[in-house]
């Protein structure tokens, strides 16, 4: 009996013993990691990059143990080629849009900060041609954001330090610089199947051009299946101004209510 007394104490010292060693093992000194994934509809902000039509994405990320951090990511799109059809019709290239960014993560109290720095770059985009080259200017954007976390909410504000997506107002001569994209958004673990919940609300705001100015928002369940395997599942809308928003193409409103599924596969190294 004693034997088997030690036995226990001598077993729930050494799971004791296993437990604390994983709590205080050492953090990494980087992270990094790589994905790949579809999406039945690229929605950013509420609009679609891709009229509607499903998109092929990827990126990696580095991370620091001190809060710096860099990144890349790509995805298809189809806006701008599509505005091509803008009468007098031109030949417009652009069919991927390849974002890279860096930034810094630290907290102050029970509030998590994270400040960066956001290029967008459409390799080759001539987005400045379509409509006879006075609609638009390059699509090239650079933004610097702003985020704080408390809890479940993330407040998060973008501020454009170029024309914003190529928007430009040629009747009164007016770019775009200083447009700003304000978010709300929150993720809250649900008690059923591992789901999380994803509701979203943010106003683009476009400085010297009101018509493209508007409100998105948005709710999503994610699962994670496991081995790098996650899907999600949103319903996206805005208010967008359903003329300035419409598709080149086919006249279709690129900010219509709609769901979009995306399934994607990480990788960590």
Partial sequence: MKKLELAILLSGLAASGALMAQTNAPQPDYTLSANVGVVS????RGISQTR???????????????????GTW???IKWIEDTGDIAPRTNVDGPVEWDI?????????PVGFDVGVLQYWYPGNSLSDAGGGGLYKNANTTELYIAGTYGPATL????????????????????TKGSGYLDLSATFELPWYGL???PHVGHQRVRN?????????????????????????????????????????NGKFMGKGG??????YTHNF
């Fill in 41 to 44: 509809d690229y929605r950013y």
């Fill in 52 to 70: 509607l039509k499903p998109a092929l994405q990827g990126g990696a990320d580095f991370a620091h143990k001190s809060g710096f951090y860099v």
């Fill in 74 to 76: 790509l995805s298809t």
């Fill in 101 to 109: 960014y860096g930034g810094y993560k630290f907290t102050a109290g």
């Fill in 156 to 175: 998060k504000y973008s501020h454009a330090l170029t024309n914003l997506f190529g928007n430009y107002n040629f009747t009164d001569n007016q770019d």
């Fill in 196 to 198: 999380t919940l994803t």
């Fill in 209 to 249: 051009l009101g018509v493209a100015s508007y409100t998105d928002w948005s709710l999503a369940l994610g699962k994670d299946f496991g081995n790098g395997f996650s899907a999600s599942l949103a319903y996206v809308d805005t208010d967008a101004d359903t003329s300035f928003y419409a598709s080149p193409v």
């Fill in 259 to 264: 769901a979009v599924v995306g399934v994607k």
